[in-house]
């Protein structure tokens, strides 16, 4: 009975995913089936009524990899494929790139290139206007509150030592489905699908609703953790995981991080700060990283132990293990960790590439002993990229007088207060005076205090009006564009379209402040380089698949990264998520005929 199900909605569904799903931003959140069917409690029963659900008969059902691992590594430039290659092995990315198909022209289509909306883009396949996820963190005014992208009060956290708060998170601030999603309710429930990362939403956003596990880094013991959103207790596997970790983050304390490439493949990178260089030491958990100390988030060693844990969820969790196709989703933080720090000309962000390939390299070994070769897909790409660090982008990239660098909050927020003021004292001199009208200004999200604004006398619109129209005279800022111009489309041009795939109801403020080139929101002394620009070195990332139904080939058509999503259910025989804005590359596709699995 199952396998005759999973036959026919996946004969239905191969054709249906290779079709466009453009013009779906603005579906309703759907499943084929209802997700709380897939509740564990749910599933387990299933499994005691039909053991033999997953055992699919290999010529039985269309052909489909037996595992699909969806692969971001986060701060990742395009660029980063060519220029770390010197110091990579054949077996890590270079035999990705090499026997895979690549895209050399994948692009981020909105404005604010984030953390939070990449991951929510990546495998749902829809921007920010549809899926919700404007930034790592906004001003919501539903809840009246600053909220991060998968914080969720009504969680608690799960493996984290006793009396530790841990970060507890939930998708449910996530508006569009995503692959995962798709996959289980095609499969009723037999599919598995497991999330992994060192960041809460580097895990929750593109895992969908009902995965069967999701896990991401505590920064404070090292722990992966979960929610009990996703369940009351660690299984046994993640445990005995942590265990391990725990000794190599122990003898990670006592072992400073020098880099292992020699002085000669480390000649020609750039240094942003002199005092804070070689040797790495771990400090003291809950205190800032002063000199050259790191915290463990930031150390080798935490790539190292999440590559393990997703290894032995591979094992534990049967992932690809019979013909019914499962998804495991790995996202990778520590280079945007390192490369925040340091910059991406730096020794540490080359060092880490090196490591990083590295431990690729065995991984994919692991995979094609677990797997089998040729039986898995892995698809690589990035949340985003990142802008040159000011101290080289002064040296090469920039004129003198051009503003670089990171450009606090609380200066905007001044700046904000000062041209409403200032119009207010031009048509209404009584009503003008000292007062703060923006209650956030996150990301360049520009929220405005109704309070305020009464007493002041003008409207949100007024306000909005005065502050976009005077962006361009700021000499950090190369835009604004008021909430209701984004809404009604009045903007025309590349960038107004950038700002509005971006742009959601509610959580994008009223106000959208875009930097100059080489400008970023945010400082800090451990902050000398990000992102978060409508720009080419922030929207340029990687885009490689390479294993099952790959032809291998080098591609150089534009691509966006909600043609992801499409590309990735193509190979597995299900539909697009509903939201889903891109295509299917199919360029790139080879499917096997039936049987040949």
């Not at 670089?404 to 004292?425: E, K, Q, Y």
């Not at 099952?548 to 259910?569: F, L």
Request: proline share 7%.
């Amino acid at each position: 009975m199952e396998g005759s199900r999973w036959n026919l909605t996946r004969s239905i569904a191969v054709a249906a995913a290779l079709l466009c799903c453009a013009g779906r931003a603005h579906a309703q959140s759907t499943s084929p089936v209802p997700l709380e069917s897939f509740e564990p409690g749910v599933e387990r029963a299933r499994a005691r009524e039909n053991p033999g659900a997953r055992e699919i008969a290999r010529g039985d059902a269309p052909p489909a990899p037996r595992l699909v691992v969806a692969l971001l590594f986060d701060q990742y430039r395009d660029d980063y494929l060519d220029r770390f290659r010197r110091v990579w092995g054949r077996d890590g990315f270079r035999r990705l790139i090499d026997g895979g198909a690549r895209f050399h022209d994948c692009t981020i289509p909105y404005a604010q290139t984030l953390t939070g909306p990449g991951h929510a883009t990546w495998l749902s396949g829809a921007t920010p206007a549809a899926h919700g996820v404007v930034a790592n963190e906004w001003f919501d005014r539903a809840d009246g509150r600053m909220v991060t992208a998968a914080d969720d009060r009504s969680v608690r956290s799960v493996g984290v030592p006793e009396g530790t708060r841990g970060e507890p998170g939930s998708p449910n601030r996530m508006k569009a489905q995503t692959v995962g999603d798709v996959l289980r309710g095609t499969t009723r429930g037999a599919a598995r699908v497991i999330a992994i990362s060192d960041k809460a939403r580097g895990a929750i956003l593109p895992a969908g609703r009902r995965p069967n596990g999701v896990y991401w880094l505590d920064d404070v013991s090292g722990l992966m953790q979960t929610s009990t959103y996703y369940a009351s207790a660690l299984p046994d596997w993640a445990i005995a995981a942590n265990v391990a970790g725990r000794r190599a983050r122990d003898e990670a304390m006592r072992t400073p991080w020098v880099p292992i490439l020699g002085e000669a493949a480390l000649r020609g990178t750039a240094v942003a700060d002199p005092d804070d260089v070689f040797p790495h030491p771990i400090g003291p958990a809950g205190r800032n990283a002063t000199g050259g100390e790191i915290d463990l988030a930031s150390h080798p060693v935490s790539l190292a132990t999440l590559f393990d844990f997703a290894e032995a969820a591979v094992a534990n969790e049967r992932l690809g293990a019979d013909a019914t196709p499962d998804l495991l989703v790995l996202s990778v933080s520590i280079p945007d960790r390192v490369g925040h720090r340091y910059g991406p000309d730096s020794p540490e962000v080359l060092d880490l590439a090196h490591r990083t390939d590295a431990r690729l390299a065995e991984f994919l070994g692991y995979l094609d002993e677990k797997v089998g070769r040729g039986r898995y897909l892995v698809s690589i790409t990035s949340d985003h990229g990142v802008a040159t660090s000011p101290t080289v982008a002064r040296e090469f990239e920039t004129a003198p007088g051009d503003s670089v660098g990171g450009v606090a909050s609380a200066r905007l927020g001044a700046w904000v207060d000062g041209v409403i003021t200032r119009a207010l004292a031009a048509v209404a001199p009584r009503a003008a005076g000292k007062a703060r009208f923006a209650r956030s200004i996150a990301s360049g999200l520009v929220t405005f205090d109704d309070s305020v604004l009464t007493v002041a006398g003008i409207t949100r619109s007024q306000a909005a009006r005065v502050v976009a129209d005077s962006a361009a005279s700021n000499p950090w800022l190369a835009a604004g564009f008021a909430a209701d111009d984004v809404l009604a489309g009045r903007k025309a041009g590349a960038l107004a379209r950038q700002v509005a795939l971006g742009f959601f109801v509610g959580r994008s403020g009223d106000v959208v402040l875009v930097p100059r080139p080489y400008v970023y929101f945010g400082t800090g002394p451990t902050y000398r380089a990000s992102h978060g620009t409508p720009y080419r070195y922030d929207t340029h990332v990687p885009l490689v698949f390479y294993g099952w139904g790959v032809k291998r080939g080098s591609y150089r058509r534009p691509v966006s990264t909600t043609d992801i999503a499409p590309t990735v259910a193509a190979l597995l025989g299900i539909d697009a998520p509903a939201h889903c804005e891109g295509r299917v590359l199919d360029e790139a596709l080879q499917v096997p005929a039936a049987g040949g699995r």
